[in-house]
């Protein structure tokens, strides 16, 4: 997907466009998802010549990428740039390169990786060509308009631009019409259509009784986080006032208790800090890369896979914690060590949710002996009699592996880590790890 704008009279000054960088990192961030469903091009429109072109390139094309004093070639982009670097992921599997080029061929931009030096954005810049380009149409959509918005705020003008045909940006609000009484009951306050309305437009939406019960709402084209009616019920409730929002007590009175799942987490969260080891708490979907490939494991058969992920890095749900920690290690690399992590939580198999513990330890002298001593420690914090076995887990190293056996059944691992895996997460030490099924602490519903 492609949308763009021209945005003219444009006044910047050092300040200024730092602020129009940070907007745009921000986007890409929280739109575009670290730039693999959105990627934000801002470029001087005076440097260059209409019409353009997006293209699919030889990864053998050069340029001068922004940044850099001489050509590259797209492939040594993605190795020797910075941004290359970071973003390469997202298309060093392609056999051909995204380009926008001008009507001279001249390069404006390497999405989703680096603009081109020639298209810089300077104080001296007055007319701007906005470029966005993705895989979702509506985060395109989204990020033109959040920037033509804040552009026109600050005193320039926006014009429209026609890919194959179709002109872009749209900056009509869209229209929902919503229910004063749903939105009275989840507030908790008494509401009439008139009212609703009027707070609406305190907070800058176009809003209008339409009878007893519905409110016509105009919601501007910036405010992509408005996605469902409760949304616009938030923000009845903050022009309302929380704190005129009168607090009742609930109508039944129960006493509640600890639920077998968190106390068996507890008590294990509890023994790894007894031995030393802080807690990260990993995102829960993740991503077969990860899980998997990283971990020179095949994959397994109940993997619940997302309908419709919001980038290639989050695909699944989680079935392991170990190679989420072993994730963790790499951004922790510039950290001093030795470093021991944990992690406790639910991990989804063949539609089942049940519960796991991890632990990683990082130093030159990480080894198995120090990932028998913690396995040991812990299983025996919890109560866990248990046996050991030769492991064939090819996670970690031959000789240096077993599985952790409970009643006949394998329930864990533990052992140190193969160089193959620390290879494929970009780790430097050797790492001691274990990982064991909580279900197994005696009391828990049976295996």
Known sequence: MLGAAVIRGVKFDDESIQSIMSLQESLHWAVGRGRSKVAIGIHDLDMVRPPFRYIASPR??????????????????????????????IVRDFPLFPLILDKDDRVLSFPPIINGERTRVTIDTKNILLDTTGTDKRAVGVAVNII??????????????????????????????????????????ELTA????????????????????????????????IMHDWDLFEDVAIAYGYDRIQDLMPKT???????????????????????????????TLTNEGVLYRNMQREEKQGVLHVMHPISIENTVVRTDLLPLLLEFLTLNKPRELPQRLFTVGDVVDSCLTYQQAAGVS???????????????????????????SESTDPAFIEGRRADIIVA??????????????????????SVAAFEFDLRAVPGYPSL
């Open 60 to 89: 053998s094309r050069k340029f001068v990428p922004l940044d850099y004093p001489e050509e590259m070639t797209m492939d040594e982009i993605l190795v020797k740039h910075p941004k290359g670097r970071d973003y390469a992921k």
């Open 148 to 189: 033509c918005t804040a552009m026109y705020e600050a005193g320039a003008k926006i014009e429209s631009v026609r890919i194959d045909g179709v002109e872009t940006p749209t900056l009509a609000p869209s229209e929902r019409t919503v229910s004063v009484k749903e939105c009275s009951r989840l507030i908790g306050i």
């Open 194 to 225: 008139s009212t609703m309305a009027e707070l609406l437009r305190k907070m800058r939406f176009g809003a209008e009784p339409v009878g007893y019960d519905k409110v016509k709402v105009q919601v501007p084209c910036y405010r992509a986080d």
């Open 253 to 283: 009175f129960t006493v509640g208790k600890p639920h077998p799942v968190q106390i068996n987490a507890a008590l294990a969260r509890e023994a790894f800090c007894g031995i030393g080891y802080l807690e990260v708490m990993p995102f």
């Open 362 to 388: 990082t130093h030159p002298d990480a080894d198995f002996s120090e990932a028998y001593a913690a396995a040991d420690a812990l299983l025996h914090e919890l109560s866990i009699e248990y046996t050991v």
């Open 408 to 429: 006949g059944r394998k329930i864990g691992v533990f052992g140190e880590i193969n160089p193959a895996v620390l290879n494929a997460f970009d780790l430097e030490h």
